[in-house]
């Protein structure tokens, strides 16, 4: 049974974690929580039936722990991998990696440099209809694109989600998700990095952004929704919407090239190409099976199976695009995105 460690368990994702950790209780046992707010620590730990300790570095200094999870406040990822990775822990961290380029790619070279086993939360990769745009663009089935769309909205800052008193485990809610100076970005970027992660693992590198952010509600110290647009490397035009403030997320992908197009739809592909048999614009069926969660594939890497995970490169890289949009919409022009 291997020995796992939450660093920070603040993230809006950590009780689902904590959920899946306890379903495989067979396999990972919690050694210890650590938060920066000991009441935090203090629920997480009774969830996960185990001890919470007052300084991370009495979790990293325990030979026992074979790997810790990241689900801290952005601004601290920094500080937490770059010690994790030091002490050879393999490492989950929730994204977004970095709050930019420089601390992003400043983490993927300690990442590297220690060999450990990386992942970070985009999950969208494991679903049947992704995997399926790959296959197809990678076969040259749509010819070549020429235009690609992301959307990931919800309604969550309608709903209140990050306030005292809304979902959360804390008596803060999740309301640091909305300081920029800790969480690095809004609605748009919360978001829209599984949108960004997906344009970018179907599409390759990005040259250049711009975009536009703005605010709703007015509740909020941060951006609630945005649109961007991004010049890919092979000369593709793609588009991203992200915010929490949509009621509906009506055709979240399209892909057009110039052989065919695909767009999902309420979880289902649909297809229009002369390249394959039966595509006619209805529903495609004939798809991949779905590949564990980004969180489980993490754990099955840590158990020595073979398991798709994203790099730290990949993960730096995305940050770097992130900052860019948002440099991007404070100066009204298009941005090209940091580098290592």
């Known amino acids: 049974m291997k020995k796992i460690a939450f660093l920070g368990v603040g993230h809006i994702h950590s009780p689902d974690f904590v959920r899946r950790l306890g379903e495989r209780a067979d396999q990972f046992e919690v050694q210890a929580v650590w938060d920066e707010q ?29 790997a810790v999870i990241v689900c801290s406040e952005t601004a601290t990822h920094r500080e937490l991998v770059e010690a994790s990775a030091a002490a050879g822990k393999h490492i989950f961290v929730e994204k977004p990696l970095g709050m930019g380029a420089r601390d992003a790619y400043a983490m993927q070279r300690a990442l590297d440099a220690a060999g450990v086993i990386f992942q970070t939360g985009h999950f969208m990769r494991s ?12 076969d040259g089935t749509l010819g070549r694109i ?50 960004l992660d997906i344009l970018m693992w179907l599409m390759g590198g990005v040259e250049t952004v711009t975009a536009q952010v703005d605010r709703l509600l007015g509740r909020y110290p941060c951006d609630e929704y945005g ?4 010049r890919f490397s092979n000369g593709a035009i793609g588009t991203l919407a992200a915010g929490w403030v949509d009621i509906l997320r009506p055709q979240p992908a399209l892909v057009s090239g110039t052989e065919g197009v695909a767009y999902v739809d309420d979880d289902k592909l649909f297809l229009k190409t002369d390249n394959l048999d039966g595509a006619d614009g209805g529903e495609w ?10 969180f489980e594939l993490f ?42």
């Open 285 to 294: 069926a004939d798809l991949p099976a779905a590949l564990p969660h980004a």
């Open 227 to 230: 649109e961007g647009m991004l």
């Open 127 to 138: 679903m049947p209809v992704y995997r399926m745009l790959k296959q197809l663009i990678e």
């Open 299 to 340: 754990l099955d890497a840590l158990n020595g199976e073979d398991a798709s995970l994203i790099s730290a490169k990949e993960a730096a890289d995305r940050s770097a695009v992130m900052e860019a949009f948002y440099l991007a919409a404070e100066t009204n022009t298009w941005v090209e995105p940091g580098s290592a």
């Open 146 to 195: 020429t235009r690609i769309r992301h959307s990931n909205v919800h309604a969550g800052a309608l709903g209140n989600i990050f306030d005292p008193g809304g979902r959360g485990w804390y008596d803060d809610g999740w309301l640091w998700m909305t300081d920029t100076q800790r969480s690095g970005c809004g609605g748009f970027g919360d978001l829209g990095a599984h949108s």
């Open 38 to 66: 000991e009441a935090r620590a203090r629920i997480a730990a009774g969830r996960l039936d185990c001890s919470t300790v007052d300084d991370y570095r009495d979790i990293l200094g325990d030979e026992d722990v074979a």
